[in-house]
């Protein structure tokens, strides 16, 4: 058996005493081992131990079974069992390690696949309860998986994109750019993607053309759209017109990489990162209003200050 053949399904994401639908497997010794047969249920003294073991916060599952364990994290999402919050956690846990897919999987167009109907539970969960963007933001931040990242800055532009009053279609695809928006970092090296001083000016220039790399990527695709390649290509641009690669400024921006580079640099100030303490949140939004003036579309910045105040309401 390959490890390709398998996919990661986060411990926390299994209902204990609910019966599955699919083999869980975990890893010892680099062998993926049969854990838990379908139709079994899971003991809660065992999720506890196995959280606590070096086998990791996650079991392997089968690719063929991907089918039934999105059903299985469906049925949590509808469950009357669950409350807001830990429907947000199920759903942000379970989408987790498809982001890491993002990154490790050669083939980033499954991946790409994959990410379509995850949005789609995201945007359907915000806006059938008002309180979901409240939960989701306020659970991201919380560690600081590399991964996190692409996932969180998804959240937030929906929840930005909500702010701006976008409909089903277009949070739809604001979610894919923004889950997109780091793809090209793929092409980065770990080392300097994981450095944990400054970066010399060499490896700055690598950093720095993650856009382009992300752009080449997802023009492979056929199904990306224009508006997903650009939040990818310009999401380090500057309003003020000193960003890069291109220098545009203002309206050149395509607004979803203007909303992009508001929630990336957001994520990045509020984040445990080893070199830095976070900011809170409203002190991060106030930074980049006063200290980093003239970067950001200003009545984007003003949206995300209303997209938090609702976190604080939740
Ligand atoms: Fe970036
Ligand atoms: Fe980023």
Known sequence: MSQGSFFKVRINTMVPGKPTTFDLHIKINGQNILYLRAGDRLQPEKIKSLDSKDTGSFFLVKEEDRKAYKQYVHEQMISDDLNVREKALVLRESSMTLVEELFEQPDVHSALDHSKPLIKDFVEFMRAEPEAMGHLISLSGHDFYTYNHSLDVGIYSLGLGEALSYGKKELEELGIAALFHDVGKRHVSLDILCKKGPLNDAEWAQMQKHPQFGLAILNENPTVTDAVKAACFEHHESWAGNG????????????????VAITDTYDAMTTQRSYNVPLKPVDAVTTMRDKLAGRYDPEILRAMYSVLFKLKAA
């Open 244 to 259: 890069y690669p291109q220098q545009l400024s203002g309206q050149e921006i395509h607004p979803f990489a203007r909303i």
